[in-house]
């Protein structure tokens, strides 16, 4: 047996005294739709600085092309809403937390639109569609399917109009700074060039998801699940890292990265059929193609196991053309590029890796255990998706628990951190004279491995397996001093990836997007619980 893994506080030596150094008020990592709406939320009343690990445009909601779920019509109610939040949840959700989120929405869209938001209009309208999970029409979206897009250019272009806030692009934050009380007092990254130390009076992580710690994904190459890893290093509880949501309709042509099919066409009537040109969700659910997403991967799953496939299609030759390149223009334009022509082909899909619904636990302010540390977007478990999350309530999430966390950042500020004295923080790693792997490969053999065992469906002897194999990697690549963000994401990955494999295995029993093939039916006696991991 692997000898027990000395557990490191940071993965890279630091010495607070000779690094540059920066300070703020409120530092936002992350610049997705959390971070940047927290930015806004935040620079009402203070210093705000924004990191994100590429350009403002690397992230998932930038890739996002569903919509964003909230009560725009008088058809409609919050109660609606928040009765189909909780039923995709699985029993999980705290309905606290769902109402509190479903009946900001209208509120949040509205300022999004005197934003400059360009949402698809009909008569001075928002106009709406209908996901699969929802009750009724509630989706709003832009420009057809790049509501993701235009939501983030809206907040990058106020971001930017922002004097006291400061965009940091190309900065990789590798780990939170603690002082001896165990409060975050602000980052240490790396800006291409040299470490950078940033203090902070507080920190909102807004890092978003994992996707990347699979081999099939929908997410970006910066979703590698870093804040989670620098998170749980500082002593943060993480909550539900078990539950992983695949969405189930990702363009599958194989030496092609996948690429997101938005559930809204199956909203508007596409149709899911197997190599045999078969339909065949009735056969697993009423609801056909509109069950909820997790029920949807696997009978896509299962029906490439009944016929020995590597994808099953959607079936859209029943719309109009035209109609479609106009409704949707991105999916129509990467249909086009490889030579599908959507009024006669069938669109070859597959599940992917999504998003995750775990996370750092918060509370009702986005406040995390460690003083001074907030957390919203993807990267946060709210409570507000349970075990499953309902499809386009992610960047309302994204929205809701931003401005909340950039309030809250802001008013718990008693000086200004000019006057703050900065603790002298020295940590230094001994040198490890074990066989270096190349991190590269590991990354490359962890994403699959994931895939294989900790993937759409789970059962005990592939977990085991999964995590003696990650217990491995980890020996020869966490004892190493990395000085490129190649090597500080393969150990956040490994960390991570472990977490998750053991949070998968305690839940024995199935429940919303975690299936266990050993445990098919849900456990509310010993599992109608959240499994909480703190280091």
Known sequence: MAEQLEFRRYLVNVDSI?????????LVIGAGVA????????????????????????SNTWLAQGGIASVLDKTDSFEMHIADTLKTGCGLNDETVVELVVRQGPELIDQLLDWGTEFDMVDGRITTTLEAGH??????????????????????????QIQNIKIVENFYVIDLLTNDRNECVGIIGHDGRAPQIIWAA??????GGTGRLYRETTNPEVATADGIAMAYRAGVVLRDMEFIQFHPTTLYVAGASRALITETIRGEGALLVDSKGRRFMKDYHQAAELAPR???????????????????????RHFDKDHFARRFPLISELCTSFDIDISRDLIPVRPSAHYMIG????????????ENLYACGEVASTGLHGANRLGSNSLLEGLVFGRTAGRFASKQIRTRTSHIRHPVIKYQIPHSGRTRLDAADVTNSLRALM????????????????????????????DKIFASPAGWECQNMLT?????????????????????????????????KHIEIMR
């Open 18 to 26: 000779s690094t540059q150094q920066l300070s703020t008020d409120c």
């Open 35 to 58: 971070g940047l709406r927290a930015a806004i939320e935040a620079a009402k009343t203070r210093n705000v600085i924004v990191i994100c690990k590429r350009s403002l445009q690397d």
């Open 135 to 160: 009750t009724h029409s509630r989706v709003a979206h832009a420009h057809g399917d790049e509501t993701g897009r235009i939501v983030a250019e809206a907040l990058i272009k106020t971001v930017r």
């Open 202 to 207: 507080n920190t909102i992580l807004a890092t």
């Open 294 to 316: 997790d029920i949807v991967s696997r009978a896509i799953l299962s029906q490439m196991l009944k016929t020995k496939s590597t994808h099953v299609y959607l079936d859209l």
């Open 359 to 370: 996370g750092l636990k918060t509370d009702n302010d986005a406040r995390t255990n460690i």
């Open 451 to 478: 895939w294989r065992n900790v993937g759409i469906t789970r059962r005990e002897q592939p977990l085991d397996e999964a995590q003696e194999i990650i217990r491995f990697w980890q020996r020869y690549v966490m």
């Open 496 to 528: 991570v990836c472990l977490l998750m494999a053991e949070a998968a295995q305690k839940r024995k029993e199935s429940r919303g997007v975690h299936f266990r093939s050993d445990f098919p039916g849900t456990d509310d006696k010993n599992f109608k």
